[in-house]
């Protein structure tokens, strides 16, 4: 985070759980006289002063805000060190070498909204045991789970931003259970450890959206490539936000009895992406009696993610497959009692063969639980530029990835033919409103083809143009265009005898 000003600008969020958490923990700052604090990442130092400074008795003797950006902290000396009891020091929370000073010298350690950025929580944990006094206290806060850690993951795997990215498994946090972070502090030597979790969610325009993602940029990236660097990050939150997650908790939570059948034993999530899904929303649905959940993908890059990010529970683990594939591993014929996928199958374009190769995996007497898009504009729009001479050498994979709309009775008959007992299904609409910026921007990141950078906006461009010209666009009150995005999520379970 190397840009103070446009942080405090677009910190809202900060602000909010700061107060929160700071309300709600008032007696931790009271009836300690003379005391020195330390806060743990202070950023640009609005906090630590505006928020944590009034809080101190009175007798407060120090309060030292430490950040590993230096200027953050050149701004914090500037703009919030008014009172000669407030200073800011460069310091780096994963430090070897912890400055003499600081060791069981601080009364209060807080650190709010910043243990998000640190790869290593358990060596931060250390250095700041190290540096509390017997008997002191600390409060920390911080993003437990949220789409961040898969977001910057996205970008990586992107090879024209990786060699800019060297630190990100430094500075890139892991989506942690409550169990394992509690255990986390009790091995360090913390005690007394009390924790809560809130859920929160916020909604931004595209511009303090992009203004939010550009202040949190912990990456090296040459100033040029800058905005195309933020954009291809908040392409991630087009593609793989709250329309995804919606859809999988209402499957999930909708079809507890499938997860919850004692002889789960062996659990299979096909087109398991980056691992969240399967680790945080299928696992904890499913019988403590489950043996083994195992994720499968066809890209290398996810299964790699997954296995370093969603693997903390023995009972999981990330295997690379096409399951399209002509030969399917020994081990996986017939070995499943549950078969899982969440919103994979609208990038598979043969049906029929990824259907019966999950026959082949599941087990006589075992179920699946599938859903996916069935009906959107995509496949229209993409047969649309693919009839254009133009376009179509660079869509040589249009008839593997782009999946045809399909009926409710065409899927169960499907199923039926190649030998799938009690079909049953639903189907379900939702339609999504957004401005033309975000359109064009989700438009622009579903893009499955191998076009030439020179031509990839004139390409987007002719996708836009189907939508705009096939009844998807009216306007709002203000007379501004608002595109309506629909689709029919089907979901289907059955069983083999």
Same mark, same amino acid.
């Given at each position: 985070?190397?840009?103070?000003?446009?942080?405090?600008?677009?910190?809202?969020?900060?602000?909010?759980?700061?107060?929160?958490?700071?309300?709600?923990?008032?007696?931790?700052?009271?009836?300690?006289?003379?005391?020195?604090?330390?806060?743990?990442?202070?950023?640009?130092?609005?906090?630590?002063?505006?928020?944590?400074?009034?809080?101190?008795?009175?007798?407060?003797?120090?309060?030292?805000?430490?950040?590993?950006?230096?200027?953050?902290?050149?701004?914090?000396?500037?703009?919030?060190?008014?009172?000669?009891?407030?200073?800011?020091?460069?310091?780096?929370?994963?430090?070897?070498?912890?400055?003499?000073?600081?060791?069981?010298?601080?009364?209060?350690?807080?650190?709010?909204?910043?243990?998000?950025?640190?790869?290593?929580?358990?060596?931060?944990?250390?250095?700041?045991?190290?540096?509390?006094?017997?008997?002191?206290?600390?409060?920390?806060?911080?993003?437990?789970?949220?789409?961040?850690?898969?977001?910057?993951?996205?970008?990586?795997?992107?090879?024209?931003?990786?060699?800019?990215?060297?630190?990100?498994?430094?500075?890139?946090?892991?989506?942690?259970?409550?169990?394992?972070?509690?255990?986390?502090?009790?091995?360090?030597?913390?005690?007394?450890?009390?924790?809560?979790?809130?859920?929160?969610?916020?909604?931004?325009?595209?511009?303090?959206?992009?203004?939010?993602?550009?202040?949190?940029?912990?990456?090296?990236?040459?100033?040029?490539?800058?905005?195309?660097?933020?954009?291809?990050?908040?392409?991630?939150?087009?593609?793989?936000?709250?329309?995804?997650?919606?859809?999988?908790?209402?499957?999930?939570?909708?079809?507890?009895?499938?997860?919850?059948?004692?002889?789960?034993?062996?659990?299979?999530?096909?087109?398991?992406?980056?691992?969240?899904?399967?680790?945080?929303?299928?696992?904890?649905?499913?019988?403590?009696?489950?043996?083994?959940?195992?994720?499968?993908?066809?890209?290398?890059?996810?299964?790699?993610?997954?296995?370093?990010?969603?693997?903390?529970?023995?009972?999981?683990?990330?295997?690379?497959?096409?399951?399209?594939?002509?030969?399917?591993?020994?081990?996986?014929?017939? !070995?499943?009692?549950? @078969?899982? /996928? =969440?919103?994979? #199958?609208?990038?598979?374009? *043969?049906?029929? %063969?990824? +259907?019966?190769?999950?026959?082949?995996?599941?087990?006589?007497?075992?179920?699946?639980?599938?859903?996916?898009?069935?009906?959107?504009?995509?496949?229209?729009?993409?047969?649309?530029?693919?009839?254009?001479?133009?376009?179509?050498?660079?869509?040589?994979?249009?008839?593997?990835?782009?999946?045809?709309?399909?009926?409710?009775?065409?899927?169960?008959?499907?199923?039926?033919?190649?030998?799938?007992?009690?079909?049953?299904?639903?189907?379900?609409?939702?339609?999504?409103?957004?401005?033309?910026?975000? !359109?064009?921007?989700? @438009?622009? /990141? =579903?893009?499955? #083809?191998?076009?030439?950078? *020179?031509?990839? %906006?004139? +390409?987007?461009?002719?996708?836009?143009?189907?939508?705009?010209?096939?009844?998807?666009?009216?306007?709002?009150?203000?007379?501004?265009?608002?595109?309506?995005?629909?689709?029919?999520?089907?979901?289907?379970?059955?069983?083999?005898?």
């Amino acid at each position: 985070m190397e840009k103070p000003e446009l942080y405090i600008k677009t910190s809202s969020l900060a602000k909010l759980n700061a107060e929160y958490v700071l309300d709600q923990h008032l007696e931790f700052f009271q009836n300690i006289d003379n005391c020195v604090v330390l806060d743990v990442g202070c950023g640009p130092g609005n906090i630590t002063h505006e928020k944590i400074f009034p809080l101190l008795p009175k007798t407060k003797k120090k309060l030292i805000g430490i950040d590993i950006s230096r200027d953050n902290i050149e701004y914090a000396r500037k703009h919030h060190q008014i009172d000669p009891r407030i200073s800011y020091e460069e310091m780096d929370i994963l430090t070897d070498d912890i400055p003499n000073e600081y060791i069981g010298t601080f009364d209060i350690i807080v650190s709010l909204f910043c243990f998000h950025f640190i790869g290593d929580h358990r060596k931060a944990l250390k250095n700041i045991h190290k540096m509390l006094k017997p008997g002191g206290k600390v409060l920390i806060n911080f993003m437990k789970k949220s789409l961040l850690p898969n977001m910057y993951q996205y970008v990586y795997n992107k090879p024209k931003w990786t060699k800019y990215m060297s630190n990100f498994n430094e500075v890139v946090f892991i989506n942690q259970p409550d169990d394992s972070l509690k255990e986390l502090f009790e091995e360090v030597g913390f005690w007394q450890v009390q924790y809560e979790e809130q859920e929160s969610n916020y909604l931004y325009n595209s511009d303090y959206g992009f203004g939010i993602v550009q202040s949190l940029n912990m990456f090296d990236v040459p100033k040029d490539l800058e905005r195309e660097f933020i954009e291809d990050h908040l392409e991630y939150y087009e593609v793989n936000g709250v329309l995804a997650k919606n859809d999988a908790d209402y499957v999930l939570n909708k079809y507890l009895s499938v997860l919850q059948t004692n002889n789960n034993n062996i659990v299979l999530d096909v087109g398991c992406g980056p691992g969240n899904v399967t680790y945080e929303k299928l696992l904890p649905l499913l019988p403590t009696s489950t043996k083994q959940i195992i994720g499968v993908d066809i890209s290398n890059n996810n299964i790699e993610y997954a296995r370093q990010h969603y693997q903390m529970d023995p009972k999981v683990s990330y295997e690379q497959l096409d399951i399209l594939t002509d030969t399917i591993p020994n081990k996986y014929v017939e !070995a499943f009692d549950l @078969i899982v /996928s =969440l919103y994979c #199958f609208h990038l598979v374009g *043969d049906h029929r %063969k990824a +259907f019966t190769n999950i026959y082949k995996m599941l087990k006589p007497g075992g179920k699946v639980l599938i859903s996916f898009i069935s009906k959107s504009l995509i496949p229209d729009m993409y047969q649309y530029v693919y009839e254009n001479p133009k376009w179509t050498k660079y869509m040589s994979n249009f008839k593997d990835v782009v999946f045809k709309p399909q009926t409710d009775e065409f899927t169960k008959k499907l199923f039926d033919e190649i030998g799938f007992v009690q079909v049953r299904s639903e189907e379900r609409e939702n339609t999504y409103t957004y401005n033309k910026e975000y !359109a064009y921007g989700i @438009i622009k /990141s =579903l893009n499955l #083809f191998d076009v030439p950078k *020179d031509l990839e %906006k004139e +390409f987007i461009e002719n996708q836009f143009e189907y939508v705009e010209n096939s009844g998807y666009v009216d306007a709002d009150d203000n007379g501004k265009k608002q595109y309506h995005f629909s689709h029919t999520l089907f979901v289907i379970t059955a069983g083999k005898f």
